[in-house]
Structures are given as structure tokens and as C-alpha cells.
């Protein structure tokens, strides 16, 4: 196995509930400070947000095919040419429609808005405000920042951070734009005299309120629909709900009044043409007969003429529909002629195309108010509106075509008839050709006198095609906020925050946790562990642990000294120390185990060949004007180089002495090995402090000649990354029966109870104060378990 598969097996490892739970336990001050915060925030975000109430109506809508059927509904739609029945999902579009929502806002004046701050809370004054203001001139500043308003007195008031007073009905400018500030009539005194007023524009409050405006179909099967709209005030959402059904009524009826008014106009226009021509015909019958003294026609010229009227009616007929195709050019032509009379247009698809223009023109032009003339929507209005007279240009010149053939043969027909009469006798022919233009006239009059009576008693029975089913009506609960479901939010995240934070922390965290980790990523036996020193005077590398006290730190270096004799074949008396990186308190180990093992009386010097960077004398507190360097320059007796301790009679040091320039080849110069063979005739353990050897090789010049190895590692301090330079020593065999030192072990910060000496059972081994504290703790940790 490489070794970068035996360090992906450490993440791999079996997952550990307890220690999973126990490293969050680490942080359990953490969940009640968020929750609380949380908590707090949720309580400030709910006396700041103004609640908001939902307003719900229903409208029914005539659907041309979910309609009523029989009785009234046929007998109305019989009296009422122009009700036509409607689609629920057109009429969706209309009610939700700017056009529709802006005059609703211009009715109701809500560009203008005031509220008042009462202590968290902002209050809507919505029909309730003290004052009024009218503006004649806005500035592009106001509708960005809101203008405050202080009353002072019934008579007097100040602007903004003024010190002016300012008196009400006054004309007043500023960088709002020019204005007048007037006392509301009738409006009781709520206690507010900070006020502030906000001005919007027309689009953009239309655009809000139809964000906050719902129109759906709460049953496909039906053709009500409902109507809902969001608003902090109730008031204005009836009022807005109200003002909407009122003008879309409104507007549906002004369709179907005008196109019943164009209709009218019309048959008035040609019945007043028709009245001339009338009166002129039968004018020439009654100077023809007194003329030409004729009282009677035969029987055979009654035959000729009732087959010429029949054919002449069907020709009228042609001769009408061909007016009227003309009537539609022209108003095709002529954007500002009115509109032909649909219902005497006989070809469904014409009728269809003039209804589908009529739309689309009313449809132009509620854009043409409301939007710009680049908008898209208009011009995609306009798009249709050429498109649908094109389509009505080709039919009724396809119409006129084939009515412009029944015309001909019609008058083929008459013209063999009027070879028939040729027979009669002239003064007889000539009156039947004036009786025959007088029944013309008098037919089309009477065909048009029915239709404008028609006409008429459809535009007086005009009716919407809509009926309210429930008025607005506003609930007593607001929708939002729901409080029920921040507070849990806010619980929650309390919650998910911390966990959160603390997981981030141990994915941040790429430094050694648990013992288990380099047991596993380094393939090598940790030989012991060393708790964290908890002094308050000095530094864990500062630090000498008086090895005759019971303390944890100190029992765990005699369980190291222990250890030491299964080191190898248990021979090993020379040690070298050395470690990734500075700072993991190699020196540290070095000293305090020399001193354990002086203590159990054997001989010991510490040798300090850290050369680039020496730091045993002044954790020993000797100088450093002579040592290893000098034995290694041939300067000196080594008896002389030599100091003793205070810490112990049989603990010696040999330190580094002056820094050199050259300190690896001082190592590599062959003097070591003598140096190491006159101590082991002298001392029973040689114990080398070593420099890191992750940083420099000379630990590595060392290692040749030590018995063992004893590589320090250091809890939240050495790197993952460095297991791997371990893992890497111990497969290729470079240092002598290699074994780690896991040091600074912090036993309350969620290390697992089962490594080494940790958890409770220094217990036994601590001091007298420090064991009945811990006794003390331990039994309510045990009566909080049992609770």
C-alpha cells in the first residue's frame, strides 16, 4: 500500500457517533447565544414589519360556454344584441390588466401616501392622516425620498430638519417640488405629529399593486373567480377591490355603448339618405299618373312587375351588402369613420374579423394612455390591427367578387323580364318602372326603421356580463408575518447557525485531532501522550514539570519513561526528538522526560544539536557560550562543555554553544559519532534535541547514529499534511525504530476518553485540590445524567 493510500484511509475511517457529538459539545455555549440572537431578531422583525391582511372577493363572469342556460338568460340575450358571453381566462387578463389597476390607483389617490413611526411600529395612514397634501410640480427627488412633516400646532407645522414654521394652506417649494400642505376635515386626532409622506408614480404604484393583486379560478368548472389583494391596510384593500370591480363594469359597458352608439349612427345616416330618395320617387309616380291619366295595369304587366320586384329585392340585397362591404373600406380607409353595423354583415368570417379589429382598437388605445409609443405591447397591438385589415380587405374583396356575380346575373334576369314589358304599351312600362323604384325605397326603408328600433332597445338594455357574488371582505388574522412560523424559523436557525459555524470550523481545521489519526495516516505507535499544560504563569514550552508531583502532565511522562524499555528490543539508551515544524514542543519533551528519568535514578544528559536555532539553555536557564559546537570545531574538553542542572543531580546538558555558519557540516564531519560513543561510557540515556526535521536535513545526519527516534507531534497544531513526511519515514525505514509523541493534548476540547490517560482518570493521579475539583465535577455531570 503507497502511502497516499494508507492517508486517504483516515478519511475513510468508520464514522463515530459519540465523537461526532462530543466535538459539537465542545461548542455548546454557542446554541443558546444564537438562539437567543435569533430569537431577539425575530422578536425586533416582528414589532418593525407592519402585518399584512388579505382582501378576497367573488365575481361571476358569463361564459360562452359554461354560461346559464334558458329562461331570463335567453329572453336578455334576445333584447340585448351586443351582451355576447365572454372567456373566464380573458377576462383573468383584464381584471389583472395596468390599463384597469392605474385608474383604479388615479381614482383612489394612492400616489400619495402617509404613515407615522410609533415606536417600532410604522403606522398607515391610510384615510386617517391629520393632513393632506396636493402637488401641483414633483421633482424626481421626491418619489425617491419620503418628506417629513411635523405638527406643532393646529395652525402651524415644520418640513423635514427645518426650524421654519410653516402654516397649513400655504404654497410652499422645495427640492420636492412645489406643493400645499392643508388640514384634513373630519379626521380624529390619532396622536401622531411625526408624519412622513411618500410620493409614487402612477406606473410604478400600478406595477405594486398588481404584484399584490390575485385573480383565480377556484374551480375549473365554474366561471367564478376570485380576487384577492395583499395590503397593510384593510381599508385600502376593500377600497382597491372595490374601485376594480366598479371599473372593469364600467369598462365593459362603455365597449358595448359604443358599439351599439356606432350601429346607431349608421342606420340613422342611411335612413336619412333614404328619406330623400324616397320622397323624389314617389313624387314621380303621382306626376306620371296625373301626366298620363293611368288608374290600372293589366294583368299581365302585374305579372311582369311582382317578378321584377322579387328579383329587384334580391338584387337590393346584393346592391346593400355591397354598400356595406364599401362602408368597411372606408372604414378600413379612414381611421376615424365609425364603425359599420356588424349584425348586417351576413358572412360569419367578415363579422368575426370586425369584432376581432373593434378589440383590438379599444385595446390600442388603453395602451396608448397608459404606455409609451416604443412599448411592445402597443406595438404588438399595432402589429394585429394591420394584420386583421389585411385579412378584412381580402374578404370582402373576395365578397364583393361574388356578390358582383349574383348582381349580374340579377340584372340579366331583369332585363328579360324588361323584354317582356316592351310588348306593353309604353306610358304602362314607364309607370311600371316608377312603381317598381318606389317599392325599392319603401322596402329598404322599412328594413332599416326595424333595425334602428332594434338598435335602440339594445342600447337602452345594455347589461354587464359580470355579477359580484361577494363583496370585499378582509380577515381578522393578517397573512403575514405568521409568527408562529418565524419564532420556529428563528429556533431553527439558532439551531443550523451554530452547527453550521462549528462544522465549517473542523472543515477550516487542518491541523491533528485525535490520536487515531496518526496511528492511521502514519502507519508508526504513538509511545505516549502529553495533556496540555494549563499554567497560568508560563507557556506548555516554557515549562519544567516537577516530576514529584501527581499531576496529570507528570504522570503522563512516567507512563513515557515506561515505555521507553519496549522501545525497539529495549535497549535503545540514545533517543533523538525532533518534529514536523517549530513549535511542537520537541525541546519541551526532550527536558521533562530527561528529568523523569533522572528521577528514577539513572543518568541522563540532554544534548542540544538544534545548532541553527538553539532554545535548551534558556529553557534550562545556563548560558550558551560553549557547547556542541565547540566539541565539533575540536575547541574544548567535552568534561568541560558539559553543565549541570537544578533540575536534577543526574540530569546533564551539553547545549549547542555559538550558532555556527555551517552547522550541517559540522554534523556530517565525523565527530558526532565520538562524541555520542564518549557519552553512552558516561550516562545511561542520551536524549538529542534535535532540529525539525521537516524544515532542515540535519535531523536527518543525526538519525544514523541514534538508537530510536521519537517523532513529537502536537494536538491543533502539527498538519494532516506532515502525517504524510511521517508515513513516509516509517515505510522507507530513514530513521531507527521510529515511534511519536503526541503532545499537548487538550482533553476537554472533544478528544475521545478512550486515547491514552484523558478523560477522568487523572483523577487519581492529580494533585489533592485538583482531584476533590474533579470528584466535584464528576458527580454532577453524574446527577445531571440521571436527571
Known sequence: MTTREEYMELEEQEFNLQEYLRRYLRYWYLFPVFIGLTLTAAYFYLQITQPVYSTKATLLIKDEKKGLAGGSDDILSELTQFSGNKLVENEIEVLASLTLIAQVVENLGLEISYDAPDGLHTIDLYKGTPIVVTPQILTPYAYTEPMYIHLEDSLHFRLNDEKTLRTFGQSLRNEWGLFTVTKADSIPDLGYSDLRVHFHGLPEMAENVQERLTVQQPNVKSTVLELSMDDTSPQRGRDILNSLLDVYVQSNLNDKNREASNTLKFIEDRLSLLTGELGEVEGDVASYKSSQGLTDISSEAQIYL?????????????????????????????????????????????????????????????????????????????????????????NTQNLRRGLSVTKQNLESINTKFSAGL?????????????????????????????????????????????????APKTAVKPVKPKKALIALGAGAAGLVIPLLLINLLFMLNNTVQRRDEIETATRASVMGEIGLMKSAKAKEEDSIIRMTSRSAVAEQFRALRTNLQYLGDGTCRTLLFTSSIGGEGKSFVTINLGASLAYSDKKVIVVGLDLRKPTLHQRLGIPNDRGATNYFIGQGNLNNLIQ??????????????????????????????????????????????????????????????????????????????????IAELQQNKRFNNLSIIFNGVNYGAGYGYGYGYGGYGYGYYADEKEGRMRDVMYRMKRMVGKA
Open 644 to 725: 549541570t542542572t537544578t533540575v536534577h543531580p543526574n540530569l546533564d546538558v551539553l547545549v549547542s554553544g555559538p550558532v555556527p555558519p555551517n552547522p550541517s557540516e559540522l554534523l556530517s564531519n565525523g565527530r558526532l559519532p565520538k562524541l555520542l560513543a564518549e557519552l553512552r561510557q558516561k550516562y545511561d540515556y542520551i536524549l538529542i534535541d534535535a532540529p525539525p526535521f521537516g524544515l532542515v536535513t540535519d535531523a536527518a545526519l543525526i538519525a544514523e547514529h541514534a538508537d530510536a527516534t521519537l517523532y513529537v507531534v502536537r494536538f491543533n497544531y502539527t498538519l494532516r499534511d506532515h502525517l504524510r513526511r
Open 422 to 470: 316592351r310588348t306593353m304599351p309604353q306610358k304602362e312600362r314607364e309607370y311600371v318602372g316608377i312603381k317598381r323604384q318606389q317599392t325599392i325605397k319603401e322596402n329598404l326603408y322599412l328594413y332599416l326603421l326595424q333595425k334602428r328600433e332594434e338598435t335602440a332597445l339594445a342600447y337602452a338594455s345594455t347589461v354587464t356580463d359580470s355579477r359580484l357574488v361577494d
Open 306 to 394: 311582382e317578378s321584377i320586384q322579387e328579383n329587384d329585392t334580391k338584387l337590393n340585397e346584393v346592391n346593400t351588402q355591397l354598400n356595406v362591404l364599401n362602408d368597411v373600406n372606408s372604414f378600413l380607409d379612414n381611421a376615424n369613420s365609425a364603425a359599420p353595423p356588424t349584425y348586417m354583415v351576413t358572412d360569419p368570417v367578415l363579422v368575426s374579423l370586425l369584432t376581432r379589429l373593434t378589440d383590438l382598437q379599444l385595446q390600442q388605445e388603453r395602451y396608448a394612455r397608459t404606455t409609451q409609443a416604443n412599448n411592445p405591447l402597443l406595438e404588438t397591438v399595432n402589429t394585429q390591427i394591420a394584420n386583421t385589415k389585411q385579412a378584412i380587405r381580402e
